[in-house]
């Protein structure tokens, strides 16, 4: 069974920043890529950054590059979302994926998600 326990979410001004957290429950989380995604009111799920299974390699959407950066400790099973200089357009909730394999390919599990709202 996979669990993937969002945290870090919360309300913050323009410019500001936030470290989400993911905690992984499952077996052999270093044989995975893990991901984030976030939803926007009335938008679709969109995805935001990808780490492969040993975090050697990462993806970042264009919208957050720059500001936002993913990493894993595969120590203590989890991944984090490190947000800077977040903007309006950042506000969403967003779920950290984990992936069907170690690369950037197709993601299965879901968490339930955190809410950002970056407003002043």
């Not at 326990?5 to 905690?23: F, K, N, Q, T």
């Not at 939803?39 to 590059?65: H, N, Q, Y």
């Not at 991944?79 to 977040?86: A, G, H, I, K, P």
Request: positive net charge; contains cysteine.
């Amino acid at each position: 069974q996979v669990q993937l326990v969002e945290s870090g979410g919360g309300l913050v001004r323009p410019g500001g920043s936030l470290r989400l957290s993911c905690a992984a429950s499952l077996r052999a989380f270093s044989s995975y890529a893990m991901g984030w995604f976030r939803r926007a009111p009335g938008k679709d799920r969109e995805f935001v950054a990808g780490i492969t299974w040993s975090g050697g390699l990462t993806k970042l959407a264009d919208s957050v590059k720059g500001r936002f950066t993913i990493s894993r400790d595969n120590a203590k099973n989890t991944v984090y979302l490190q947000m800077n200089s977040l903007k309006p357009e950042d506000t969403a909730i967003y779920y950290c994926a984990k992936g069907s394999s170690g690369g950037f390919a197709n993601y299965d599990y879901w968490g339930q998600g955190t809410q950002v709202t970056v407003s002043s």
